[in-house]
């Protein structure tokens, strides 16, 4: 599903004392399965973002188009409920909204509530936690039983179970052990990949933003500063110091050999494999004195 | 240097319902010197958080011994001890104040202890100055951005004067700034005033900058030491659902990829380059 945004503006509490401008004239458009990171501070507008593309926040100025519906200033939109299924939102820390007795009716608790019935919602149930990588027998168990890492599982099978297209996460690993982080990683890079699902991500992990997304979006104050493939975003080491960014480790470990070799041997390169030999073969022309 | 034993950890047993099969802890003998710096880690689960917990009698074991400086945390009339001796920063910053204002969150915990007004006053300061935070007394903390939050929380905790601070996972819902703020200002008061830090963490490279540190799985302790020491047999962490410091990682890269000849001594980013350059310099 394509996602357009044109112009979008988005003040909070207009024409009050308390007025703040939280969006300020956003271009963007993301194709249909696009594995999207947005990065930037606290308070750089990622948030307020998100919550326009499934229509818990409206646009103040501008329009934002989510497959056929329209999210505009002044006008109701109809199909909000429609949108909302079509848009998996997973919050942070997801686990902390499960409820139900067992897993299995947690999950099918959201597809209920879209109006599916009883034995389809297991059926989609059954197949979410296969797609989460849970074995089967975790559906009778308790949610309140499971390791941190199996929960937030169980919650983003919640959400599968509705069958978005685009799916939203923020800041999806926090919390999470390092084997759990990279694991939840694969499984969006595969729903991305193999179901097609739009994802989109707000992240403050730059190793995540670099290794994972086909574009990365920058955002600082409310503004859109730059949106492209990683390699490009990354490149631009300065500007991101600037906005007070991290670049992927890397990245920095590449800037600390450059200092210590008074040359610039900085290039946007993410995975520790090709980094080596990226290393390997400057030094190696160092050594040969070319 | 001398170490002299803050916490002793002795056959500790814990589990969170009488008849649970499983122990959240297990057998765990521990002792923490004062002064260090101790990161603990291990997957989610393997009770990293419940061990923090019964350090200042948040949970009491079901058999063993805790002693913080010789007050042992069954001994009731000693807790109030206990807890002023140790704080503990949470992970979540929105759930710890009580205050409207900065000022009034950090002399909360004072109060309770009964701390005679002068002297409050000179201690809300110097707090709030040690966190960087004295600019921001009459703000509303719930108007903070986390790392603030979060550093205000650790001046409630010092103005009590206490020898041992927990962060538990304080620093993992903060952006990469109100990390570095949160970890730079407790490196401050562990180097300067000598708090002892125990930092529960999943940063494997904050808890590679730790003094010693403790790897638990299933609710035991299953290495302990120098983090240079510990991630120099890289075998069976990654099964214990850790990984490796970035720099461990690429230096096994640059050795089976690059084919560079390098030793296993290199441990942080520094140590690195400056190995890289000290063989191309031999060349």
Redesign the interface.
Known sequence: MDIIIKNLTHVYQPNSPFERIALQDINVSIASGTFLTIIGHTGSGKSSLLQHLNGLLKPTRGEVIVGNTVLASGSKTKDLKALRQKVGMVFQYPEHQLFEETVEKDIMFGPINFGVSTDEARRRAHKAVELVHLPKTILEKSPFDLSGGQMRRVAIAGILAIEPEVLILDEPTAGLDPRGHREIMDLFVHLNKREGLTTIMVTHNMDDAALYSDEVMVMDRGHLVVKDRPEVVFQDVDRLNQLGLDIPQTMRFLQLLSAKAEKDFVTPLFGIDETADYIAERLKKEWDGV | MDKETIITIDNVWFRYADDAEDWALQDIHLDVYSGEWLAIT?????GKSTLAKCLNGLLMPEKGEIKVRDNAITDANALWEIRRLVGMVF?NPDNQFVGTTVRDDVAFGMENHGIERGDMLKRLEASLKAVDMQEFAEREPHRL??GQKQRVAIAGIIALEPAIVILD?AT???????KKDVLDVMRRLNEEKGITVISIT?D??EASSADRMVVMDRGKVVREGQPSHIFMEPEGL?EL???LP??V??RQ??K?????QLSDKAFT??E???E??T??SK?
């Open positions: 291990g997957h989610n689960g393997s992970q951005s986390g996972e993992s819902m903060l952006d990469p700034r109100g999943h494997l490279e990654v659902g850790l990984d970035f720099t990682k690429l890269a640059l089976e990829h690059g084919h560079i980013q520094k690195l380059v400056d890289l350059w063989l191309s060349i």
